[in-house]
């Protein structure tokens, strides 16, 4: 009896949590929406605007050298990560 009354609490939040989806924004907030886009677009554009300058004031085998070295591998520190989901799933429990 406890679990059908939990499962039916469940299924009624579930039904109530769809009920508080917002209305529309407002135009204030579409305003600073499209002014927020339009400043990460404009810091995008001059990122990449230094990136090329910086590579067209070297020389040409300074610039042949960064293209080659863009390639390269990426060093991860392998000591600070998690182990793998499934050896975390199965490994035995420490009390």
């Known amino acids: 009896m406890k679990k059908l009354l939990l499962v039916f609490i469940l299924l009624l939040t579930q039904l109530f949590s769809f009920a508080q989806d917002g209305g529309s924004p407002t135009k204030k907030q579409k305003k600073a ?16 605007k230094g990136i090329k300058r910086h590579e067209e004031i070297q020389d040409k085998a300074t610039r042949k050298r960064m293209r080659k070295h863009k390639k390269g591998p990426i060093h991860v520190d392998a000591y ?11 490994r035995k429990k420490e009390h």
């Open 80 to 90: 600070d990560r998690r182990p793998f989901f499934i050896k975390r799933w199965f």
């Open 33 to 48: 929406e499209a002014k927020k886009e339009q400043l990460a677009k404009n810091a995008k554009n001059s990122k990449l």
